[in-house]
């Protein structure tokens, strides 16, 4: 494996493997087109955590997942230029209301 964090690789070749890599450039965590971050919250009554992002569109492609010792399976939904739902199921399937949570999700524009 190689590490790309802070290799600036121009140019790969493995023939026996056929795999070319002409640049990996790493992308930073955060920046105007994409964010990284761990949230920590309580659901509301709909099994809801809001959460604010600064990318400032809705055309958002979101991915989540909960975090912690107790199995949630989670949903992404209302998003808006602000802000977006993390939704919290238990593993029967019923919304996790009024409990303390964390996801770590990622954010990237369209």
Same mark, same amino acid.
């Given at each position: 494996?190689? +590490?790309?964090?802070?290799?600036?690789?121009?140019?790969? +070749?493995?023939?026996?493997?056929?795999? %070319?890599?002409?640049?990996?450039?790493?992308?930073?965590?955060?920046?105007?087109?994409?964010?990284?971050?761990?949230?920590?919250?309580?659901?509301?009554? %709909?099994?809801?955590?809001?959460? @604010?992002? +600064?990318?400032?569109?809705?055309?958002?492609?979101? @991915?989540?997942?909960?975090?912690?010792?107790?199995?949630?399976?989670?949903?992404?939904?209302?998003?808006?230029? +602000?802000?977006?739902?993390?939704?919290?199921?238990?593993?029967?399937?019923?919304?996790?209301?009024? @409990?303390?949570?964390?996801?770590?999700?990622?954010?990237?524009?369209?």
């Amino acid at each position: 494996m190689i +590490n790309t964090n802070r290799a600036n690789i121009k140019s790969l +070749n493995i023939p026996d493997e056929s795999i %070319s890599i002409e640049k990996i450039t790493p992308l930073p965590l955060s920046s105007s087109s994409q964010e990284v971050r761990s949230e920590t919250g309580t659901t509301d009554g %709909s099994g809801d955590l809001t959460v @604010t992002h +600064n990318l400032g569109s809705n055309q958002i492609v979101i @991915t989540a997942t909960a975090t912690g010792t107790i199995f949630y399976h989670v949903q992404i939904h209302s998003k808006t230029s +602000n802000n977006f739902k993390i939704r919290f199921f238990d593993a029967s399937g019923s919304t996790v209301t009024s @409990t303390a949570v964390t996801a770590d999700w990622i954010a990237k524009k369209l």
